[in-house]
């Protein structure tokens, strides 16, 4: 019968050990705070595993542990980790709004809208949550529900302080905007897309994309005037540069249009192919000084550097106050030890600038 005397103490104990886990727990999942705002993230996630290690069901740590790798991609790892935090604590709204970013990004969106639904739950102001949901339905193909989240997007922000909705409400336009040109209702997506221009006028995907409707619509002019608006904004936007080359070779100016297949191709990487695109460009136009230009940046790129002069001193024939060009050629002089004319280069270069600052 004294082994049962026992038992009281060995409960107590028990306890004692779980409450020292716990505390424990509790100090790393703090040291962890402590290292990730100092953005040391590795040292951050040796303690978030100890933590766990020590309480399996810390919310917080598995929240935070999460967090890390949803940051770096490891959306697998991430989806476990938040789901075992929210088993722990149901009503964290930013672990379930993460868990669905997570699904979105691995394209499981019925998982995704699952979750953002249950966000909204937690936070039925949450207008991050809405665009999110309305995401996913597009991204499934239910067009129509995705519109009707939007739609809510955008009159909950109607409702906030301009000062809070100047970067939300354009984009929420935006993205209906898109979803209604899935859906080939083109001349409603362009009126959100000019209403997104109207209040972000500076965002080159909305120039870009209300350029594709017009041209789905038949409106070639609009469509080249919207999509030369995006790469205005955006110089190495590449998809815009090439379909820019499309249209322009479409409308009878290949000169043009080849030199902008040209960049988009250059602006990739691929050189051998830009150059072809601008020697193309050149034998429509030979006097069209930017295809000489260009192809001598890529000849350059490229490690052709006698071809990428030819090209620089053809640019500058053509245009002699070239400035860039006149840089470029010095450069290159340098680089092939022709200090005489790396110097008349310079001197090119200098007398340019010196009438540009009087301007």
Do not use: W
Not at 119 to 144: H, Q
Not at 162 to 167: H, I, L, N
Not at 278 to 293: G, Q, W
Not at 323 to 331: G, I, K, R, T
Request: contains cysteine; proline residues 3%.
């Amino acid at each position: 019968m004294k082994y049962f005397r026992l038992l009281p103490v060995l409960v107590l104990c028990m306890l004692v050990s779980c409450s020292n886990a716990e505390r424990e727990a509790d100090a790393l999942f703090a040291q962890a705070e402590t290292h990730s705002k100092k953005s040391e993230f590795g040292i951050a996630n040796d303690l978030l595993t100890k933590a766990i290690t020590l309480k399996p069901d810390h919310a917080d740590a598995l929240y935070a542990l999460g967090n890390l790798h949803y940051n770096r991609s490891s959306l697998d790892t991430a989806i476990d980790l938040f789901r075992r935090s929210l088993a722990v604590k149901p009503n964290n709204f930013d672990c379930t709004n993460k868990l669905g970013n997570c699904y979105s990004r691995k394209d499981l969106f019925d998982s995704a809208i699952v979750a953002y639904q249950a966000a909204i739950k937690l936070r039925p102001d949450s207008v991050l949550c809405y665009n999110n949901l309305a995401a996913a339905f597009v991204s499934k193909g239910e067009i129509d529900k995705g519109l009707a989240e939007y739609q809510t997007v955008i009159t909950k922000l109607m409702t906030l302080s301009p000062v809070y909705t100047k970067e939300l409400l354009p984009d929420a336009y935006y993205n209906a905007a898109n979803a209604l040109a899935r859906k080939k209702d083109y001349s409603n997506a362009l009126l959100l897309y000019k209403q997104a221009i109207e209040l972000k006028p500076s965002y080159p995907n909305t120039h870009y994309f209300m350029g594709l409707t017009y041209y789905k619509m038949g409106d070639i002019d609009q469509a080249v005037s919207s999509i030369e608006r995006a790469v205005a904004l955006q110089p190495d936007y590449r998809t815009a540069l090439h379909d820019l080359g499309l249209l322009k070779n479409q409308k009878g100016d290949s000169a043009v249009g080849y030199n902008y297949l040209g960049l988009s191709a250059s602006f990739s990487g691929e050189y051998e192919n830009a150059i072809v695109h601008f020697n193309t460009s050149i034998a429509k136009n030979p006097s069209f000084v930017d295809p000489h230009y260009n192809a001598g940046l890529s000849y350059a790129l490229s490690g052709q550097t006698q071809y990428a002069i030819n090209a620089f001193e053809k640019a500058v024939a053509l245009k002699p106050d070239y400035l860039d060009a006149h840089l470029n050629l010095q450069a290159l002089y340098l680089k092939i030890h022709d200090d005489g004319k790396a110097d008349v280069a310079a001197r090119a270069a200098a007398r340019i600038r010196a009438l540009q600052a009087k301007k």
